[in-house]
C-alpha cells in the first residue's frame, strides 16, 4: 500500500534567513520526504526584503537540497499546511524564554488543524544568539555580519548596504 509522503513546513518571517534557520533546515530536511520552507508575506511588518528577494535568498541556500521546497504563504500557517498536504511544522528553539510563546502557537495551530503536529529543532549553541532582528541592526550600524549568515544572504546585506550608501551621496 503506498505511504503518504511526510511533509513538513518551516515558516518564518526570514527578514533575512540566518545562519541559525539554516542550520534548521539542514537538520530537519532528512527526516521528512519533503520539506517546505514557507516565507510569510506580512502586509502588517515592513520588512527589509520583499518576499520575492527573501525567497530567492533561500533558494540560493538551499540550492543542494532537492526535497526543499521555497514558497510564500500568507494567512494562517495551519491553513496553509492543510492546503499543502503538511502534518509537521518545524520550528526552531533558540532559548528557553521562547518555548512559552512556542508551545502556545503549536496547541493552537493543532487546534485550527489537527493533523499539524509541531517538531521543536533545538538551535546549536555556536547559532542561538543569532535572530534575522539583530542581523539587520548589525548591517544597518556597519557591523560585520560574517558568520551570521550564509553567504548567499551576506552577498544580498552587502548589496542594500551599498545602495544605501550610494542614495545618500
Ligand atoms: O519568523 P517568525 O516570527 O519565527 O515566524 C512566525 C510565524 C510566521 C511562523 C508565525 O507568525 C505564523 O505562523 N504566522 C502566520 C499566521 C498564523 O498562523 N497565526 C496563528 C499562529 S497560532
Redesign the pocket.
Known amino acids: 500500500m503506498p505511504v503518504d509522503p511526510r511533509i513538513a513546513i518551516f ?4 527578514d533575512p534567513l540566518t545562519k541559525g534557520h539554516a542550520d534548521v533546515i539542514a537538520r530537519s530536511a532528512p527526516l521528512f520526504d519533503r520539506l517546505i520552507v514557507a516565507v ?1 508575506v506580512n502586509a502588517s511588518k515592513q520588512p527589509l526584503f520583499s518576499a520575492d528577494e527573501r525567497v530567492a535568498m533561500i533558494r540560493q541556500v538551499v540550492a543542494d537540497r532537492p526535497h526543499v521546497d521555497v514558497d510564500t504563504f500568507d ?4 491553513a496553509y499546511a492543510r492546503d499543502r498536504g503538511a502534518t509537521v511544522a518545524v520550528r526552531g528553539l533558540r532559548t528557553g524564554a521562547e518555548f512559552a510563546e512556542e508551545w502556545q ?1 503549536a496547541l ?2 493543532r487546534h485550527l488543524y489537527a493533523g499539524l503536529e509541531t517538531v521543536f529543532i533545538p538551535a546549536a549553541a555556536e547559532f542561538a544568539h543569532i535572530s534575522s532582528r539583530l542581523v539587520k541592526e548589525i548591517a544597518r550600524l556597519g557591523g560585520p555580519i560574517d558568520g551570521l549568515v550564509p553567504p548567499a544572504v551576506a552577498a544580498h546585506l552587502a548589496s542594500r548596504r551599498l545602495r544605501a550608501r550610494t542614495q545618500s551621496l
Open positions: 515558516a518564518g518571517s526570514f510569510l494567512g494562517l500557517l495551519a502557537m493552537m495551530n
